[in-house]
């Protein structure tokens, strides 16, 4: 959620200091198994305070079944371990950025046209395995499918191949937002460049852990993993 007070206020979610744009906006999110309430402090420079407590209702998520994966993906051997943990230290490194620039401010829109094959927040079941929940939203459509852009930003990293996510495209959108597009077959776009809402960054594939072709995009706000799809209206005719 956005919100906007003094340029010049303190803002705090649950004591963590929250960027202030020039404009005043700020920005905070809630995942998955977040609590059931959280203080958004606003400190002022006369000396007065506002204090909110938000009550976070809970969410009912599906169980979804995935098999048909290779047993390397699912339970990786120690051979892999290490470049896991390497590919999985960079993702955390650039979720952990804070950038000044307000480009998500350019809006939310579908990254690619097809059919809604995961939501955010499924209990993953994977070869009959029990694991993470999934934190993304899933959209299936056949191998060279357009994928562009939600938002504007900065793109992050442009990797053909990582372990889990295979293509894998993060865009740094400001405050802390940071959008994931994973599988894909190709890509278009470097690291480094500035990307416009409807840029095409590259293709759905099937690359990494996927049962078949889809995109697997996800939004983050540091460490909380959001749902994008709240975000969105209606999936656009095809």
Not at 43 to 69: A, C, M, Q
Not at 151 to 160: F, W
Request: cysteine-free.
């Amino acid at each position: 959620m956005m919100g906007t007070t003094d340029p010049s206020a303190d803002v705090r979610f649950d004591g963590k200091k929250v960027r202030v744009s020039d404009a005043g906006r700020f920005v905070i999110g809630f995942g998955r198994d977040f609590k059931k309430s959280a203080n958004l402090t606003v400190s002022f420079d006369d000396g007065s305070k506002l204090v909110r407590v938000l009550d976070i209702e809970k969410r009912e998520y599906p169980t979804e079944k995935i098999n048909g994966l290779p047993v390397a993906k699912v339970t990786p051997s120690e051979r892999f371990l290490k470049r896991i943990r390497r590919e999985n230290g960079e993702i955390a490194r650039l979720r952990s950025l804070d950038t000044p620039d307000e480009w998500f401010l350019s809006g939310w829109k579908w990254p690619a046209k097809g059919r809604i094959s995961g939501v955010y927040g499924s209990q993953r079941v994977l070869n009959n395995i029990p694991k993470r929940p999934h934190f993304g939203l899933d959209v299936a459509a056949v191998v060279g499918t357009p994928v562009y852009a939600s938002t504007d930003g900065l793109v992050r990293m442009a990797e053909k191949d990582l372990y889990y996510t295979g293509g894998t495209i993060m865009i740094d959108h400001g405050h802390g937002l940071v959008s994931v597009y994973s599988h894909l077959s190709s890509l278009t776009v470097s690291t480094g460049v500035f990307v416009p809402q409807g840029t095409k960054i590259g293709e759905v594939g099937a690359t990494g852990r996927a049962s078949g072709p889809h995109l697997d995009w996800r939004l983050n706000w540091f460490k909380e993993r959001l749902d994008p799809q709240l975000l969105l209206g209606k999936m656009p005719k095809q």
